[in-house]
């Protein structure tokens, strides 16, 4: 007699149920470890400073400690413990005094990231970020080196955004303004920053990079849509890419202008922000915003158009070559010098006005 055929029991669910337990265990053991070593070089900072604060006769040993402490160390322990993390441990100790202040969501080579940041400021909105964004070291230095804390002030409410600066951490953005970063940095998108560049070559390389490009971009952006089709009764219309911000909890509009920018293009934008809000925008959202994205924008046409002092459409520059920091900061002065020249004209037509 055959024995019964017994079918195999699926262990599918149970497979993934121990997959994630696993994933999850193996997550939180790295946590844990990279818990420890900050604090371990955060405790190994103290104490070397601590030394060196001891009187006068510790004072003597100057620039010759950490070079002996390395050899010991070093042979000891490897070579995470040679001068030049030494001196960053202490540097670290130095620029975070206060255990219970110290992000331990963060990793030691974030922490060795952010001791580039010279300004206390800075560098504690930095560790803020990269803590709730969950950004990456890598991440966090690219950020760094796009000067994004300085773009967040140039292009947010001067007044708002200055005393956000003034406090140890910043303050949420409350308006479409003080979202819009410019320029935009793009450099991570591989493209040549030379050479006549085809709008659907930038907006495929953007689909292709898109979790740089959101996070380039800022707070609370969920990518919606591209080339959206928005129709009136005779005509059919296409937005080349569509986001929701949801702290914002609007629909925000992205153009892109790979020509210098046209009053035309302007009037596009304007004509596109004003069909969605009409067409798709719920009862719920806020009023859409547009963008328009491109690598020259005249101010002249800026200034004599829709796009002066609107809170609801932008037009923003993009970069696709990375400038120096000191290239960089020069454009953010001239951007900042260019605005304070603008609200002080404002000012003055106002004092004649009355």
Known sequence: MDEPQINPVPLTGL?????????????????????????????????????????????AYG??????????????FGKGFDERNLRHMRAFYQAFPIWDA????????????????????????????????????????????????????LSGDQVGVKEEADSNVAALPQTPREFVRDPVMLEFLGLPGTGKLLESRLEQALMDKLQGFLLELGKGFAFVARQQRISTESQDFYVDLVFYNYLL????????????????DIGQMDMYVRMYD???????????????LCEHKDKSVVRYSVLHESE???????????PSEEELRQEIERERDALEDAQRRNAQQLDTDE
């Open 249 to 264: 909890k609007c629909f925000v509009l992205i153009d892109l202008k790979t020509d210098k920018l046209t009053h035309q």
């Open 63 to 76: 620039k010759k400690l950490l070079p002996r402490l390395s050899d010991a160390l070093a042979r000891e």
């Open 102 to 153: 110290v992000r331990t969501e963060l990793s030691w080579t974030h922490y060795r990231t952010l001791l580039r940041v010279g300004d206390g400021k800075a560098r504690n909105w930095y560790a803020k970020e990269a803590a709730e964004q969950n950004w990456s070291a890598r991440a966090l230095d690219r950020q760094i080196g796009t000067m994004y804390f300085e773009r967040l002030l």
């Open 278 to 292: 009409d067409l798709k925008r719920g009862p719920d959202d806020n009023p859409t915003v547009g963008i328009l």
């Open 312 to 322: 609801q459409l932008f037009a923003t520059k993009y970069r696709l070559v990375l």
């Open 15 to 59: 497979l993934d149920a121990l997959r994630g337990l696993i994933r999850q265990g193996r997550h939180q053991a790295l946590r844990a470890v990279d818990m420890v070593q900050v604090q371990t070089c955060w405790d190994i900072g103290r104490h070397i400073v601590e030394f060196e604060q001891g009187g006068e006769a510790r004072a």
